[in-house]
């Protein structure tokens, strides 16, 4: 499950944004019936006001709803908590693991129905920061932006569509994820799209999507912005067009229910070479003298590229979900993937890729929720392999997250992780990091999913020769981006602290 589409999150409508209404006595009021002169600088506005205070208006309902996550922490060597990740995988152990400040703020409103069709807005703004000071800038996303028109069929008197909703727009779409990893294993959502979802056929509802991406490659920082540059590279000519196809929900047995999927990566550049800027900081001798040190300046470069072709890419899903596995609550993922050139995993497709790729996934994700017991658990279990231009990488991963209920609010936690990963040419073999996490918490409910949670936590791990050659172990910031080199010559630490998370 995902930071953005929490299992079981609530949404709440928005207060009331003002509270003055027209008609009612302000000083300022007062102020202009004493002082006439005062009345033609606002006169516009207030005859403005009037009309619109006449003219038939409707209110239309906001749900406003979100996630967040945000902490604080030391390390055994002291400064800001630190983060444990092993080089190389595509995933990592996230309970007192994370180290920044993260939040979405999400907007929905229904708009109307016409002839049995609702029409409904959602609107998505998220940020993330390093939690390292009160007053941090940050460059926010705007990730949502997209329109929904639910049950097509009624408004278009087709039986075959009823119940089934079309949308354009900018989305999180079709997202599923293994929520104590933090990993995405099917979100192909990264562009702007459009699709027809949840089409009832006589096996299961079926779904296509269609998206655009661009190329991420060679763009260029800005520090004023604070390292990202959204200027599209050649005016988006490196691109690359998504088909993603489902087929969810055919049951196969009592109480479990089979999904499969297909995803086309179809590239789409334009021809022709494609430039962009390059802001970097370099230091530089400006008089001369030996004895004054140098300087910082910014050295700003124009950069081109020859839009290649690329490929074309494939990728294969299949996926089992059984309810209430064993009479123990929640639910059993199985899941299989296959990815071809540029189509990857998670179903992104790469926008001019020139690599041979080839991976493979397989996992299992459990959650158990007995009725009427005071302990929950989430459990994975995963391998995968993959070979790109003829580098064979491999990846192992084994943890569980165990919680004991003392009552409604109280809990303890913990989380035990295994992870190991191996490439060719690895000179000391495998890459392998352990990670435990003990803690206690506070929050709604005696569900895995109850939130928010204030947590209490001390995160412990330990990694071997091979990881600490592959790169840094340890990191901290904002989606970890700053490695920690006080642990450099260690194979061991520990982090502490306290987070909340919290969806609604």
Request: charged share 20%; glycine share 12%; proline share 5%.
């Amino acid at each position: 499950m995902d930071r953005h589409s929490a299992r079981g999150c609530r949404r709440r409508p928005a207060r009331a944004l003002f509270s003055k209404r027209f008609g009612q006595t302000t000083p300022e009021d007062t102020m202009m019936k004493t002082n006439p002169l005062a009345l033609a600088p606002v006169a516009p506005l207030a005859l403005a006001a009037a009309l619109l205070a006449a003219a038939p208006a409707r209110a239309l309902p906001v749900d406003f709803g979100g996630y967040f996550r945000s902490g604080m922490g030391t390390s055994s060597q002291g400064g800001k908590e630190v983060c444990f990740r092993l080089p190389g995988s595509v995933l990592w152990f996230r309970l007192g693991n994370e180290c920044d400040t993260y939040a979405d703020l999400v907007f929905r409103s229904t708009l109307g129905q016409v002839d049995g069709t609702t029409f409904k807005s959602t609107f998505r703004f998220s940020y993330g920061t390093q939690g390292i000071a009160n007053w941090e800038q940050t460059s926010p996303s705007w990730r949502e932006v997209f329109v929904e028109a639910q049950d097509i069929g009624s408004g278009l008197g087709v039986q075959a569509l009823q119940g089934a909703s079309l949308w354009a727009g900018k989305r999180f779409y079709g997202n599923r994820d293994i929520h104590m990893l933090d990993y995405g294993f099917w979100e192909p959502n990264q562009g702007v799209g459009a699709g027809l979802e949840n089409v009832k056929t006589p096996l299961g509802r079926f779904s296509y999507a269609m998206l655009r991406m661009g190329d991420f490659t060679g763009y260029g920082v800005n520090p004023a912005l604070g390292g990202f540059n959204p200027d599209l590279i050649g005016g988006g000519s490196r691109s690359v067009t998504v088909h993603d196809l489902r087929l969810e929900d055919i049951a196969v047995n009592p109480g479990g229910k089979l999904a499969l999927g297909l995803d086309l990566a179809l590239k789409n550049n334009r021809d022709g070479r494609s430039s962009y800027t390059v802001e970097t900081t370099q230091l530089a001798d400006l008089d001369g003298n030996p004895a004054t040190p140098p300087v910082p300046v910014v050295i700003r470069e124009t950069r081109s590229f020859d839009n290649k072709p690329g490929r074309n890419g494939l990728g294969l899903h299949v996926q089992h979900t059984q309810a209430d596995p064993f009479g123990l609550g929640g639910f059993n993922e199985v899941v299989l993937k296959f990815a071809h050139d540029a189509m990857t995993l998670r179903g992104v497709g790469i926008a001019g890729s020139t690599e041979r790729r080839r991976e493979w996934l397989l996992f299992d994700h459990w959650v158990m929720e007995p009725k009427g017991s005071a302990i929950t658990a989430s459990m994975t279990a995963g391998l995968r392999l993959a070979k790109v231009d003829g580098v064979t990488n491999k990846e192992f991963w084994i943890g569980a997250r165990p919680q004991y209920h003392i009552n409604n609010i109280w809990s303890l936690v913990s989380e035990v992780g295994l992870q190991q990963a191996e490439s060719d040419g690895d000179r000391l073999g495998a890459r392998r990091l352990a990670k435990v996490t003990l803690g206690t918490q506070f929050s709604m409910g005696r569900s895995i999913w109850s939130r928010p949670a204030i947590r209490f936590f001390t995160t412990y791990a330990k990694w071997n020769d091979a990881a600490a050659a592959a790169g840094p172990v340890t990191c901290t910031g904002r989606d970890c981006a700053t490695p920690v080199d006080a642990y450099q010559n260690k194979r061991s630490g520990l982090s502490y602290g306290v987070q909340i998370e919290g969806w609604f």
